[in-house]
């Protein structure tokens, strides 16, 4: 009988084994893509792509046991040569080749100059041919950073005692409320993809105390801005037992500054790569949305339009000012209008025409919302009415309130927008990695 044990230690190496043990000198085998060759006459450099970056490899036609016409962009192969130190070299180090096997060869050129530092391509094209761009370091990278926020946002959590959720996207009825819903059929019956977890997460403090998700949300909004999607990853969570809404904030604040030191400490070469410096998140101000208006206006002389509301090009502002008066990357505006929350969120009892939530801008763009929610089975009954709501469609969450829910409440942060102002990108599709828009649904 044959049996499977575990993962198998393969032959070839990685560029990490390859630096760490000294190996100068000794006869090593690798695998990759070839990135780029380049003939310089005398030798040729084969640059082969892995998943730590390139390698830097070298054939000379006096010691390689093969012809380097084999050898094309857009190749997978297995090369065995001598390991050598080179300071020139990505990482310090380079093969020069004795053996290789061509694992799979292209079928056609390459359409788009992946090897280059920098396509300058444009974003359709990028966008059109993604699979193929993303082959690019430096656009590679990107999303080597998403993945360090979604890593930090979880290890952050689990640590904090969150439990992982996952909840369903189909559903009867949303929470976030609004036009931009996708509605759809669900064998016969009128259903919608949800909007956010919202109505989930907060039913699940009541089994878990802290619960949290990172999944897809859709928005069916009708206009092509460089900030909004129509499909993009929220990273929510949602607590129990909190004094304040000024819990959340602190929460939030503790998963960027553990992020930013994860960043640091593990994905030093994307960082580099992308020319990134991480943002000072040892503190973030705070300041009421009415109060951020007025210094905004009073600072640039603008004219405060609509007291209830904050247009882009407010928001961007605040972020200036807070950026040129305390040097700071984020500030939580707190105390939204009722008006533009949703039913769910709690008034301020001081004011009610205000709530207990907030946004977090990142250099002026809204990454952001949270907040104290209603946690009074009345009280929300009471909100609904007042909202002309009915409440079809909400029963269960209904009735987990009905049953006692603790004070709570929680946040959603849209991971695109966070990458995108982490690199210093101006539009989301950069570091989306497959976009959907008004006009895109392929790839
Ligand atoms: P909100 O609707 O403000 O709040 O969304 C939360 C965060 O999600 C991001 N975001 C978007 N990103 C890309 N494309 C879009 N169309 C888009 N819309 C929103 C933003 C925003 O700050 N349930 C609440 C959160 C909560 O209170 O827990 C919610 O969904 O970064």
Known sequence: ????????????????????????????????????????????????????????????????????????????????????????????????????????????????????????????????????????????????????????????????????????????RSAEGGANLFRLEYFHRPAILQQSPQLYKQMMVGVFDRVFETGPVFRAEKHNTKRHLNEYTSLDFEMGYIDGFEDIMAMETGFLQYTMELLGREY??????????????????????????????????????????????????????????????????????????????????????????FDLLYHGLEITTGGQRIHDYNGLMEKIAARGMSGDGLEQYLNTFKHGMPPHGGLGIGMERLTMKLIGEDNIRETTLFPRDLSRLEP
């Open 1 to 172: 009988m044959e049996f499977m044990t575990g993962v198998k230690k393969q032959a070839t190496l990685e560029i990490r084994d390859l630096m760490s043990a000294d190996r100068t000198g000794k006869t090593v085998k690798v695998n990759g893509a070839v990135h780029s060759v380049n003939d310089m006459g005398a030798v040729t450099f084969v640059i082969l792509r892995k998943r730590e970056g390139l390698l830097q490899c070298i054939y000379e036609e006096k010691t390689a046991e093969f012809d380097v016409n084999s050898i094309r962009e857009g190749s997978t192969l297995e090369l065995e040569g001598i390991l050598e130190q080179d300071e020139r070299a990505p990482h310090g180090i380079e093969i020069r080749i004795r053996k290789v096997r061509v694992l799979s060869e292209p079928a056609e050129a390459m359409p788009l100059p992946v090897s280059k530092w920098k396509m300058n391509t444009s974003l359709d094209a990028k966008l059109n041919y993604r699979s193929i761009s993303l082959r690019n370091i430096r656009e590679r990278a990107k999303f080597k950073l998403q993945e360090g926020i979604v890593r930090g946002f979880r290890d952050f959590l689990y640590e904090q005692e969150f439990t992982e959720i996952h909840t369903p996207k189909i559903g009867a």
């Open 268 to 357: 030093g070469d994307a960082l580099r790569i992308l020319n990134v410096t991480l943002p000072d998140v040892s503190r973030i101000p705070m300041v009421r949305f009415d109060e951020a208006k007025k210094l905004a206006a009073e600072k640039y002389s603008r004219k405060i339009r609509n007291p209830f509301d904050l247009e882009p090009e407010e928001e961007s502002l605040i972020g200036r000012y807070f950026k040129e008066e305390e040097n700071a990357d984020f500030v939580f505006v707190t105390h939204y209008p009722s008006k533009k929350r949703p039913f769910y969120a709690m008034d301020d009892p001081e004011d009610t025409r205000y709530t207990l939530s």
